[in-house]
């Protein structure tokens, strides 16, 4: 299932991994566990602890397996997250009917992305790899791209809009989740605005000065990334 693409890497070969999941006939006793339980575990592992706990040895625990009998369902870690990544992306409707207002469509997929994300915060760092999109992952691009197509982009500039839209939303999350760290750390925060307003006061930051003292704006999560959101999607219709 993987592949040498000639320059040295290694990674799953996507026609294997997804227009032939099966791989070849097995011989001997059925196995007590399937490709969506090893896939489901991981997933599981990662939500509770994180990326690096992933491990064969951790899934394999996880589904009453022995490690080496994973391996022709994911032969390494690469292609489990590919695996994690088009499992998680099921999650995401597509089925439901577009509005045709573009806008509206796009946002509303942006914030089912960022829903998602939060979920799952280990999927911005494997979103950071390009990756071969699954099934679930196509019924999502697809949808995406029928949702753009009011637009009246070409289809290579609706996928840059798709691919665009997916890396705002995960370097936003990545960034929320640090700063919910941070926050459930009161006194990391205190500290920082004495700083902040110091600096401000000090006379050499004049521009810093008067954005901190703008009229005040809702600093919940859910507002700060509907601003920004709002920003760059009123600019995806010019070329």
Do not use: C
């Not at 969506?36 to 592992?45: F, K, N």
């Not at 494997?126 to 949808?143: D, I, S």
């Not at 459930?184 to 920082?192: F, I």
Request: charged content about 20%; overall charge neutral; glycine content about 10%.
């Amino acid at each position: 299932m993987t592949r040498d693409g000639g320059d040295g890497t290694v990674g799953a070969d996507p026609q294997q991994l997804w227009l032939n999941p099966a791989g070849p006939p097995r011989r001997g006793r059925r196995p007590a566990f399937s490709r969506e339980a090893i896939t489901a575990a991981a997933v599981a592992l990662a939500d509770a602890e994180g990326l690096d706990a992933v491990t064969m040895r951790r899934v394999a625990a996880q589904v009453g397996a022995g490690v080496m009998s994973l391996y022709s369902y994911a032969p390494d870690k690469e292609t489990l997250l590919e695996l994690m990544l088009d499992h998680v992306s099921g999650e995401l409707p597509t089925g439901e009917a577009l509005t045709g207002d573009w806008r509206a469509d796009v946002k509303a997929l942006a914030h089912r992305q960022r829903a998602l994300m939060l979920r799952h915060p280990w999927l911005p760092a494997v979103l950071t790899v390009r990756r071969t999109p699954g099934p679930n992952a196509l019924a999502f691009l697809e949808h995406g791209l029928a949702a753009l197509r009011p637009v009246g982009l070409d289809g290579a500039a609706r996928l840059e809009v798709l691919a665009q839209l997916t890396a705002f939303v995960a370097g936003h999350v990545a960034y929320e989740v640090a700063q919910a760290a941070v926050t459930r750390s009161p006194g990391r925060a205190a500290a920082e605005a004495r700083y902040l307003a110091a600096v401000a006061a000090d006379g050499r930051h004049p521009e810093l000065a008067d954005a901190l003292a703008s009229p005040g704006r809702s600093l919940t999560p859910d507002a700060t990334f509907s601003r920004f959101l709002n920003r760059l999607v009123d600019g995806l219709g010019s070329d």
